[in-house]
């Protein structure tokens, strides 16, 4: 056991090794885009007819605080409305672009190039209107498309197990949508996404009064059996990967397992599922290094992993002007910004008030479905905050790895801290415009912003202790960048994740001399300039009459 986990961790600090972008040399890809074989962003199951879901005719109550805070929701019960608006609210469709002769769609959830590798799962009690069985969450249709009948039993031992009532949500990859454009490097941003649409589930649910808990002593393995993608026949190259499986539940239940017993997995075996996934396109390149990382981080089955997250009895941060926006809107109006004008900037007050929405809090959205204890700091290049100097900032997430980053980091750094309420300390002063772009592949929406910053997580001892920790490392980004997003929106801004940077030249610039920490994600945050030849049209004006799976368009957005 011991050589297997040795051979894992090896494997999976070669892949991060091998796909960090360097000044001199890009991770690899394939070096041109192959539009003619752009992967097709909408999974659908043929043979199946989809049960359409009704679409929210008004938003849940609630401004810009209940997103995070719990007291502020009222639970609601489970239906098929009230899923339907919970799937809408997070994995569903926001928007389409339209351009003359080209349109295509936004999510709620954002992802990397807008390719959209993750795909969602719902196992469901019976409902009125709905069996109780497996369903794929078909988000073009806004729509269940059912594989799998439960017996009647079946859901009744599924209760009893996990002390509640609620529905299981599971989260896959499909790494070829994102190895088509970014080649090697796609396994990370996955991951990133993974961590986006996780923390997307988890607002969504806080807003109909309802909590989102990791199941994380579940094996990769077994969420396959129980999507029933041992029984799946997959186009070459276009399978899917488990990532995670949650229960649902209403808000204050506690004690919730954090596993499925042997038996309940060994029922899903048993199962008939149908219908067959289509494909998504007509050529692929084989980017073995994917899975090779992607069988190094496999979680396997493991003993229930108790988290205790940390308890922050303060209110947040809270500017002196609130957000008046409803929450719902600011979940519907996320959009990644392409350009930022260079000149706006935002307060301190608007940028604390940012940072301290990314830390974890006791029966607060989204950190407490319990995904790991803080790994992730953030290294900010603040531009444009009044009431700050320009210079390098660093936000401590968790407490116990301050010592260890003084020890590594460049000794002229000041650590002088900001504000009394937060672990922000002030690192250096300077215009660190240039070097937040240079660093960033280049990207200039990294210097013109308010601020961008670049996620630093504690990386060596996480990988070596458990491989899988890997993919949860870029979970925790994920989920901090959701969070950045919807903060920036509430803030009147925009934002958005920049996965291309040059990986050891922030760590040079830190003064980090090895792989102790690493940075995983960048991100930026100012006033937008937006594209006038750009049409906004309506998320589900394509849904004029019922639509069986199989009359779905092969790529819509040709």
């Given at each position: 056991?011991?050589?297997?986990?040795?051979?894992?961790?090896?494997?999976?600090?070669?892949?991060?090794?091998?796909?960090?972008?360097?000044?001199?040399?890009?991770?690899?890809?394939?070096?041109?885009?192959?539009?003619?074989?752009?992967?097709?962003?909408?999974?659908?199951?043929?043979?199946?007819?989809?049960?359409?879901?009704?679409?929210?005719?008004?938003?849940?109550?609630?401004?810009?605080?209940?997103?995070?805070?719990?007291?502020?929701?009222?639970?609601?019960?489970?239906?098929?409305?009230?899923?339907?608006?919970?799937?809408?609210?997070?994995?569903?469709?926001?928007?389409?672009?339209?351009?003359?002769?080209?349109?295509?769609?936004?999510?709620?959830?954002?992802?990397?190039?807008?390719?959209?590798?993750?795909e969602g799962y719902l196992i469901l009690p019976a409902l009125p209107g709905v069996i109780a069985g497996v369903f794929h969450y078909n988000s073009y249709l806004h729509a269940l498309e059912p594989r799998a009948e439960l017996p009647e039993t079946l859901w009744p031992q599924i209760k009893q197990h996990l002390h509640s009532d609620g529905f299981l949500v599971a989260l896959t990859s499909i790494f070829w949508r994102e190895a088509w454009?970014?080649?090697?490097?796609?396994?990370?941003?996955?991951?990133?996404?993974?961590?986006?649409?996780?923390?997307?589930?988890?607002?969504?649910?806080?807003?109909?009064?309802?909590?989102?808990?990791?199941?994380?002593?579940?094996?990769?393995?077994?969420?396959?059996?129980?999507?029933?993608?041992?029984?799946?026949?997959?186009?070459?190259?276009?399978?899917?990967?488990?990532?995670?499986?949650?229960?649902?539940?209403?808000?204050?239940?506690?004690?919730?397992?954090?596993?499925?017993?042997?038996?309940?997995?060994?029922?899903?075996?048993?199962?008939?599922?149908?219908?067959?996934?289509?494909?998504?396109?007509?050529?692929?390149?084989?980017?073995?290094?994917?899975?090779?990382?992607?069988?190094?981080?496999?979680?396997?089955?493991?003993?229930?992993?108790?988290?205790?997250?940390?308890?922050?009895?303060?209110?947040?941060?809270?500017?002196?002007?609130?957000?008046?926006?409803?929450?719902?809107?600011?979940?519907?109006?996320?959009?990644?910004?392409?350009?930022?004008?260079?000149?706006?900037?935002?307060?301190?007050?608007?940028?604390?008030?940012?940072?301290?929405?990314?830390?974890?809090?006791?029966?607060?959205?989204?950190?407490?479905?319990?995904?790991?204890?803080?790994?992730?700091?953030?290294?900010?290049?603040?531009?444009?905050?009044?009431?700050?100097?320009?210079?390098?900032?660093?936000?401590?997430?968790?407490?116990?790895?301050?010592?260890?980053?003084?020890?590594?980091?460049?000794?002229?750094?000041?650590?002088?801290?900001?504000?009394?309420?937060?672990?922000?300390?002030?690192?250096?002063?300077?215009?660190?415009?240039?070097?937040?772009?240079?660093?960033?592949?280049?990207?200039?929406?990294?210097?013109?912003?308010?601020?961008?910053?670049?996620?630093?997580?504690?990386?060596?001892?996480?990988?070596?202790?458990?491989?899988?920790?890997?993919?949860?490392?870029?979970?925790?980004?994920?989920?901090?960048?959701?969070?950045?997003?919807?903060?920036?929106?509430?803030?009147?801004?925009?934002?958005?994740?920049?996965?291309?940077?040059?990986?050891?030249?922030?760590?040079?610039?830190?003064?980090?001399?090895?792989?102790?920490?690493?940075?995983?994600?960048?991100?930026?945050?100012?006033?937008?300039?937006?594209?006038?030849?750009?049409?906004?049209?309506?998320?589900?004006?394509?849904?004029?009459?019922?639509?069986?799976?199989?009359?779905?368009?092969?790529?819509?957005?040709?």
């Open positions: 056991m011991k050589t297997q986990i040795d051979s894992a961790v090896s494997e999976t600090l070669l892949y991060h090794e091998q796909t960090k972008h360097h000044y001199h040399r890009y991770a690899r890809s394939a070096g041109f885009m192959d539009w003619a074989n752009q992967p097709n962003p909408f999974r659908c199951y043929e043979g199946v007819t989809a049960v359409r879901l009704p679409l929210l005719q008004k938003d849940p109550a609630g401004e810009h605080l209940a997103l995070y805070e719990r007291s502020r929701s009222v639970s609601r019960d489970f239906t098929s409305e009230t899923i339907g608006a919970f799937l809408e609210l997070s994995l569903g469709l926001s928007a389409w672009k339209s351009i003359p002769g080209n349109s295509w769609a936004l999510r709620m959830n954002p992802s990397s190039g807008n390719l959209h590798p993750t454009k970014y080649g090697e490097r796609a396994f990370r941003y996955c991951q990133h996404d993974v961590g986006h649409a996780l923390a997307a589930l988890s607002f969504s649910a806080n807003l109909l009064g309802w909590k989102v808990t990791w199941l994380n002593a579940v094996s990769d393995e077994e969420i396959g059996r129980l999507m029933g993608f041992d029984q799946t026949q997959w186009p070459e190259f276009e399978s899917e990967h488990p990532e995670l499986l949650c229960f649902v539940h209403r808000s204050g239940e506690q004690g919730i397992p954090r596993d499925l017993s042997r038996e309940i997995v060994s029922e899903f075996s048993g199962l008939r599922f149908q219908g067959w996934p289509n494909r998504l396109s007509r050529d692929h390149v084989d980017w073995e290094i994917i899975s090779r990382v992607a069988e190094a981080t496999a979680t396997p089955k493991h003993e229930e992993a108790a988290l205790t997250v940390p308890v922050r009895p303060r209110p947040f941060y809270a500017p002196p002007t609130q957000c008046g926006i409803p929450a719902a809107q600011i979940i519907r109006q996320r959009r990644s910004a392409v350009a930022f004008d260079g000149v706006s900037s935002i307060t301190k007050d608007q940028f604390c008030a940012m940072l301290d929405k990314t830390l974890p809090r006791d029966g607060s959205a989204p950190f407490d479905l319990g995904l790991t204890a803080s790994c992730v700091h953030l290294l900010l290049f603040v531009h444009r905050v009044t009431g700050l100097e320009p210079g390098l900032y660093f936000l401590l997430r968790a407490e116990r790895d301050l010592p260890a980053l003084q020890q590594k980091c460049h000794r002229h750094f000041l650590w002088r801290p900001v504000v009394e309420t937060l672990s922000l300390y002030l690192l250096q002063t300077g215009d660190f415009q240039s070097t937040a772009a240079s660093v960033s592949c280049g990207q200039a929406i990294a210097g013109e912003s308010a601020f961008s910053l670049g996620m630093i997580a504690r990386f060596r001892e996480e990988v070596e202790t458990a491989p899988y920790r890997y993919r949860q490392l870029f979970w925790e980004t994920g989920m901090i960048g959701q969070v950045l997003y919807l903060e920036a929106e509430a803030a009147g801004v925009r934002a958005t994740g920049i996965g291309c940077f040059f990986d050891d030249p922030v760590h040079e610039l830190m003064g980090l001399p090895d792989d102790a920490f690493q940075s995983l994600y960048h991100f930026t945050v100012g006033s937008p300039r937006d594209d006038a030849r750009l049409a906004t049209l309506a998320a589900y004006r394509h849904l004029e009459a019922p639509v069986r799976s199989e009359a779905m368009p092969r790529h819509p957005l040709v």
